[in-house]
């Protein structure tokens, strides 16, 4: 039987060295970076987008958007400015990117008209 202690500290150092990419944003004349997500962190991101996309999106740029020091680069107050003062194209393409390194986290399901 292998040691879970040992394990579960494999397990936290991959997710403390995590790699963190970055990503080029033309448009913005912006280099961003990420640091692997929690699930914790994708369940808050999905509870705070209530079904949907442009509000997980903008929730994803503010929380997980990093300069190269690994500091936030966004307030929570600049949120306003990713759903309707920036480019839905490149925001689209900074949060997916935040959201899907791997592409294990589907967006926000769009709600369903009937309810």
Aim: hydrophobic share 40%; no cysteine; glycine share 8%.
């Amino acid at each position: 039987m292998s040691d879970s202690k040992e394990i579960l500290s494999r397990i936290q150092s991959h997710y403390a060295e995590g790699e963190g990419a970055s990503k080029e944003i033309t448009e913005w004349d912006l280099t961003v970076y990420r640091k692997p997500l929690t699930i914790q962190q994708k369940e808050e991101l999905l509870k705070m987008s209530k079904g949907s996309n442009a509000e997980l999106l903008s929730w994803a740029i503010v929380r997980l958007a990093l300069d190269e020091s690994g500091e936030k680069i966004f307030a929570m107050g600049d949120r306003k400015v990713f759903l309707d003062g920036a480019d839905g194209d490149v925001v689209a393409e900074l949060g997916n990117w935040l959201l899907l390194p791997s592409g294990e986290m589907p967006l926000a399901e769009e709600p369903d008209p009937k309810n």
